[in-house]
């Protein structure tokens, strides 16, 4: 029983952090899961760590391929690819864009915490792959965070300014998309020889 509650209270929070902006309040967040007050405090001590909870619970679905120990970097790195595009361009990773974003100038050190235990932690895991096939031979060394870095910003950068923006999307052909972001990439960082 007690994982399901828990499970209804984070279901509860994503869906009204979603909607609604960090400024939901616990009322709402229990409501929504049909739980105790007390079953809230059970789980999570505070709507902070449960904030953080959703965003961390977000960023490590998109970071399971990097994980997966690929000895095919191009297959790893384009499922990592599909995975964070679909993320990051999504009404829920856009939504969770705009919550943290909005979030900064009232409680930076909250924001701070959401992003090391999210999209840091996300960075720190590619960088460590990127690493690793320097390292093996299968990519050129270079600084392998501002390559982890690059690869990010080429996923989703413009792409998500547009859909922030309210644009509308750019890539009609996904498959295509993230292939020709891969392949750019790899080549980019070919291992040079001599």
Known sequence: MSQSVRDRLFEAASALFQEHGYDVSIDMIISRAGVARQSFYNHFPTK???FVAVMREWMQ??????????????????RFAHSYRAHALSPCGLAGYRTIVSQIPRFPELTREVFDTSIGAMLSLLT???????????????????AAEMLMSMLAGYERSRLLF????????????????VDGYLRMYAPQHA
Do not use: H, K, W, Y
């Open 128 to 146: 460590n792959v990127l690493a690793d096939a320097m390292e093996q031979g299968r990519m050129r060394a270079v600084d392998p965070c501002f």
């Open 61 to 78: 679905d998109v970071s399971l391929p990097l994980s997966q120990g690929n000895p095919d970097l191009r297959d790893m790195l384009t």
């Open 48 to 50: 902070e760590a449960l």
């Open 166 to 181: 309210g644009v509308g999307p750019v890539c009609q052909d996904e498959e295509s998309r993230v292939g020709e972001i």
